[in-house]
């Protein structure tokens, strides 16, 4: 699996860009503020529908226009695949296929799978539990459509039930209807829950064996998921928490509140951990979010790195360097020394400035 080409038009500060890509190593460099991490951004977003910095469509589209337009072309085993989104600032963005207009963004997840690593990503170890469900979410949609749908729904029921929960305020007879929120909100959770074990085993199997030779043999790492609430006590303990959930207007318990550890021996390293030891675990999560893709779907993802290099420290980065060998990589960075100096294959260079994108090579 790899992007082909990429076609940007009003995008961010890119009135118009036509770019074709190498199945290889992508190299886009230049200063700060100039549009490398943009085109990053519109492969992820034509991959999973959605900006990785979690901006609106509006804030997307370029200033004074009132639309943005990605065409991407992925190919699959040599055989092209169009991907088309039309973003518009007052209406939900526009998907096509092959020209064949889509009806749920779902129904792109998993054509091209990508994994973006950016310098906020080494705090994901430390940062709050919504960017560990975050990329645990983002992982198992692209993997796994069952849990793309039992998400979506899970979601969509904890708005209505939380929406209730305000209105009743004002209505004390909209309690009756708590009910048929709470069913839906168990059926699907529990789901959520289940296949989140599932995962956080599978992850760790993974995590092991890249985080051991990461940091030398001299540390083992383990995850430990935390639910909110097992899918065994889910029913009774959110009517337990209904007066709860009354006072403060809003769900206290399900999926939306897990979390996951990583343990270094019996060292939290989200809590205790150094900052190295935090990015180590850090980069050994998204190597090993790489190998999971491939295990799980029997093909390489596209790796987007955003200037993570400058983040690491020389072993680090030659560490996730030779690990990304075989797989089509997009790396965006302020200069191009470094690679030359350590002799790493680049086989095609970009140079960014203003929103103009020149190849060197």
Request: charged share 30%; glycine share 6%.
């Amino acid at each position: 699996m790899i992007i082909k080409s990429l076609e940007l038009t009003d995008y961010r500060n890119y009135d118009s860009l036509s770019i074709e890509f190498d199945k290889g190593t992508n190299i886009f460099y230049g200063d700060n503020a100039q549009g490398k991490t943009n085109i990053l951004e519109a492969l992820y977003i034509s991959a999973t529908t959605r900006s990785h910095k979690g901006s609106r469509d509006s804030e997307i589209i370029g200033f004074g226009k009132e639309e943005a337009h990605i065409r991407t072309v992925v190919l699959n085993d040599e055989i092209p695949t169009r991907v088309d989104m039309h973003l518009r600032s007052s209406k939900s963005k526009g998907i096509a296929i092959d020209g064949n207009r889509i009806k749920k963004a779902a129904e792109l997840m998993g054509l091209c799978k990508v994994v973006f690593f950016s310098p906020e990503d080494l705090n994901i170890i430390k940062n709050g539990p919504v960017y560990r469900r975050r990329f645990i979410d983002m992982e198992l949609c692209q993997l796994d459509q069952f849990y793309l749908y039992n998400l979506n729904n899970y979601n969509k029921v904890l708005n209505r039930r939380n929406q209730v929960l305000k209105d009743m305020y004002f209505d004390r007879s909209l309690e009756d209807s708590l009910g048929i929120w709470d069913d839906q909100l168990i059926s699907y959770g529990t789901k959520i829950i289940e296949r989140r074990k599932k995962f956080a085993d599978e992850l760790e199997e993974q995590i092991k064996d890249v985080h051991s030779r990461l940091s030398g043999g001299r540390e083992e790492i383990s995850i430990i998921y935390e639910p909110s609430v097992s899918e065994e006590d889910f029913e009774k303990e959110l009517k337990n928490s209904l007066a709860r959930d009354k006072k403060s207007k809003m769900t206290g318990l399900g999926p939306h509140r897990d979390d996951f550890s990583f343990m270094a021996g019996d060292i939290d390293i989200r809590r205790f951990g150094s900052q190295g030891q935090q990015r180590t675990a850090a980069l050994s999560l998204k190597l090993s979010e790489i190998d999971m893709m491939k295990k799980i779907s029997g093909d390489n993802p596209v790796l987007l790195l955003d200037d993570v290099l400058s983040e690491l420290d020389r072993n680090r980065q030659k560490f996730l360097l030779d690990s990304i060998g075989g797989i089509q990589t997009f790396i965006t960075c302020t200069g191009i020394d470094d690679f030359v100096n350590d002799r790493f294959v680049m086989n095609r260079v970009f140079y960014v400035e203003n929103g103009k994108v020149k190849q060197m090579s």
